[in-house]
Structure formats: structure tokens, C-alpha cells
């Protein structure tokens, strides 16, 4: 009756383990690889997929007033910051305005830019200008290795880091991606162009500057506090 020896056996284990071993020392040097490889996928799709929507939502923003007595639109634009009006959009979101508001925060994971939103309604005049509601639905568009910047440029081409208290809406806006570490401006940097961005007055002057120049004059004879948002 055929079979293995004991010493045959032996051998066979021993080489299912030198295979196993051999195996094992491959999958720890190719595994933490792949995972790192994996890891910067995942944040340049979620980075790809946060700008989409600042692009859009910024593209759309509206030359809305923010109450009766105002004549510029109601637009706050800093370098971490941007709040405007645009039509509401989502499958939950009730017809008419609201107003969005991106703003860098930080937490546990590093910095974060996050999307808020608030239904549109005339804003009470306070002392220091225009009182926004609260804002609700926080969304994190993007977050840590990488940093939004946001610059914004008029009929000039000249960009500016912030853009506040002006009779019109930028004609665009840039949005600088930066690495959170180094602060390098980062190839994925993008900017989009508001479809509109003067008053519906304006289609009824005579000019564009002329609309401008009566705007900028009822606004200069505002109080200051009015003039801040």
C-alpha cells in the first residue's frame, strides 16, 4: 500500500510554510502601498466633487437685494468665505431663493470648508448692516490635505480677496486650491464666471456704467452701518 513518509510529509509543511512566509512579506510591502494609493484617489474624487458644486452654486448666484431699501445684491465675499443668494436647489429644497454661505472651519480632522444654507426672506437692517438668519444642513465639500481661496474680479480682470458693499455682483470668481501643509497653490485650481451680474434696472438705463454710477451714488448716501453685511 503507496503513501507518504513521515519525512515527506515533513517537507511538504515546511515548504507550505517557506510559501506562506514568502507571501505574508509580499502583502506587507505591497498592502500599506496600495492603501496610501487608494486613500489619495478617494480625496482627489472628493476634491473633484466639492468643486463641481462651489463652481455651480457660485455660477448661479443671483443679483438679489437684501431688502426694499438696498440697492446692491447681496454678496459677501472674503478670501475663506463667500455668502450669496442663488435659486434653491435639491429634491427637498422649497421653490424660491436661499442663501448659501461657504466658510472654513476646523475640527478634529483638520480644515474644512463647508457649505450652509438658509431660505431666502428680506433682511432686517441692524447696526452693523444686513442681519443673516442662522444658516442650517452643513455640508463638507472639502477638507484637509487641501485649502479653498477665494478671489473674485469686476469688469476690470483685476482679482481681489475680498468683495463687499459693491453696486454689482463679480464678474468672476476664482477658487484657489492650496495644500493645507505647504500652502502651494495646487493644479486643480479652478474659477467660473456669475451669469448675472447686475440689477435688472440696468436693462432699462442707458448705459451699464450709468446704472453703476446711480447705485454707487444711492449707496453712498446710506449711513455706514447699513453699507456692512
Known amino acids: 500500500m503507496s503513501g507518504f513518509t513521515l519525512v515527506e510529509a515533513l517537507a ?38 466639492g468643486l463641481e458644486r462651489i463652481v455651480a452654486d457660485l455660477a448661479a448666484a443671483e443679483f438679489i437685494t437684501p431688502n426694499a431699501e438696498a440697492k446692491g445684491p447681496l454678496f459677501a465675499g472674503a478670501e475663506l468665505s463667500a455668502i450669496f443668494v442663488r435659486t434653491a436647489l435639491g429634491p427637498n429644497a422649497s421653490p424660491g431663493l436661499e442663501i448659501i454661505r461657504f466658510v472654513e472651519t476646523a475640527d478634529d480632522q483638520g480644515f474644512a470648508l463647508v457649505r450652509e444654507r438658509a431660505p431666502f426672506v428680506p433682511l432686517a437692517a441692524g447696526a452693523g448692516g444686513a442681519e443673516l438668519p442662522a444658516f442650517s444642513d452643513p455640508v463638507v465639500l472639502v477638507r484637509a ?9 469686476g469688469s476690470d480682470r483685476t482679482w481681489r480677496d475680498t468683495w463687499r458693499n459693491s453696486a454689482q455682483l463679480p464678474s468672476a470668481v476664482r477658487v484657489s486650491v492650496r495644500s493645507a501643509e505647504t500652502e502651494q497653490i495646487l493644479s486643480a485650481s479652478t474659477a467660473t464666471l456669475i451669469h448675472v451680474d447686475l440689477s435688472v434696472e440696468c436693462v ?15 449707496d453712498d448716501q446710506k449711513p455706514a452701518a447699513e453699507k456692512e453685511l
Do not use: H
Not at 505574508?24 to 496610501?36: D, E, H, I, M
Not at 490635505?145 to 474680479?153: E, G, K
Not at 432699462?204 to 444711492?218: L, P, V
Open 12 to 49: 511538504a509543511v515546511a515548504l507550505m510554510g517557506v510559501i506562506i512566509a514568502a507571501l505574508a512579506t509580499v502583502t506587507a510591502q505591497w498592502l500599506p502601498n496600495w492603501k496610501r494609493g487608494f486613500v489619495r484617489v478617494q480625496r482627489t474624487e472628493q476634491l473633484r466633487l
Open 145 to 153: 490635505p487641501y485649502r479653498i481661496r477665494f478671489s473674485y474680479a
Open 204 to 218: 432699462i438705463a442707458k448705459s451699464a456704467s450709468d446704472c453703476i454710477n446711480k447705485m454707487k451714488s444711492a
